[in-house]
């Protein structure tokens, strides 16, 4: 009887794992082929008369984790509203593994990720009332960020995971563009005009995360260079922080405070009504592939509250750097 039971569960585990190993093709649990992937967007034409909001978000779920009630609120008031990715999230290993059942790091399966965090955007987004053309896939490299400031201004940087050297994504805002911090800044200063934003949501620079840390500099260097008639209001919104939010898992009652570390910022809390908390947890569900990880750490940030620092210069200058150093 035990032989049997051990053929039962046995022959269907070794078939999904087999299934990850075929040369070519990405394991069928990341590539969900029977959905398509989001189309490519292009900047929506920016409306006169009303709040233009840019969301500059490192990964997929940074927008929902931060602002996921700010940004329904703000579609309830006709702002307009632009998320901008500027990773695919695509570097995620651990979720990989776990997805999978395979301990491989294997190019195909992470491109695969990929898509699949770009459907669960379009999807979280979508319940918060954003329609999936106001989302901009850029197709950077996630984990080589902060290189792109430095050692890969000019130089082109090289995926480990992906093994790309370019935005290979069908559905990237700009396909081809090569992987490095100048291109970056480029293209972001060119939806930043086009879109004329009067409010841009960006990481904290004191982020925990260094993509996010790096996301900074790309998104302040691209203001400059969009050369903009009216500068945007700048609002820094905070993932990854040491032991925060606390406690790790869900209580909607439970407001959202900024850590202790970054008291010397000034912070702005927003409270949310109760559909907005709800609109909020639908769309941190949405992210199922960053859900069997970080479960209890994304629903951590649905709370009854959003926060974000506010840049006021000279106080608080932002980081800014010199490409290439």
Request: without cysteine; positive net charge.
């Amino acid at each position: 009887m035990r032989r049997v039971r051990r053929w039962v569960w046995g022959v269907p585990l070794l078939a999904f794992v087999g299934l990850g190993l075929v040369p070519g093709v990405p394991h069928p649990t990341l590539g969900v082929w029977w959905i398509p992937a989001p189309p490519r967007g292009e900047v929506p034409l920016p409306q006169q008369g009303v709040q233009r909001v840019l969301i500059v978000a490192p990964h997929p779920d940074d927008e929902v984790l931060a602002l996921g009630g700010t940004i329904a609120r703000l579609l309830e008031h006709k702002s307009q509203v632009l998320v901008v990715f500027l990773t695919n999230g695509d570097a995620n290993s651990a979720a990989k593994r776990l997805l999978t059942g395979n301990p491989l790091h294997r190019a195909v399966d992470y491109r695969a990720l990929g898509y699949r965090r770009q459907k669960e955007a379009v999807n979280a987004l979508r319940v918060l009332g954003l329609p999936k053309n106001h989302a901009l896939f850029l197709g950077f490299p996630d984990q080589g960020l902060s290189s792109l400031t430095n050692k890969n201004w000019k130089e082109v940087y090289r995926s480990p995971f992906t093994k790309a050297q370019a935005a290979f994504y069908t559905n990237s805002y700009r396909p081809g563009a090569p992987y490095t911090g100048e291109t970056l800044t480029d293209v972001l200063a060119e939806i930043m005009k086009a879109f004329s934003p009067t409010v841009v949501y960006l990481p904290h620079p004191e982020d925990g995360h260094p993509d996010h840390r790096a996301s900074v500099q790309f998104t302040v260097a691209a203001v400059l260079k969009a050369g903009l008639e009216e500068s945007p209001e700048m609002r820094l919104y905070l993932v990854h922080a040491p032991s925060w939010p606390s406690p790790r898992r869900l209580n909607v009652a439970l407001q959202l405070d900024p850590p202790p570390t970054l008291g010397q910022w000034t912070w702005r809390t927003k409270e949310l009504t109760p559909e907005l908390v709800k609109l909020k947890l639908a769309a941190v569900r949405a992210y199922s592939s960053q859900r069997v990880t970080n479960g209890k750490f994304l629903a951590s940030f649905v709370r009854s509250t959003e926060l974000y620092a506010l840049y006021t210069a000279p106080a608080r200058p932002l980081p800014t750097f010199v490409p290439g150093t």
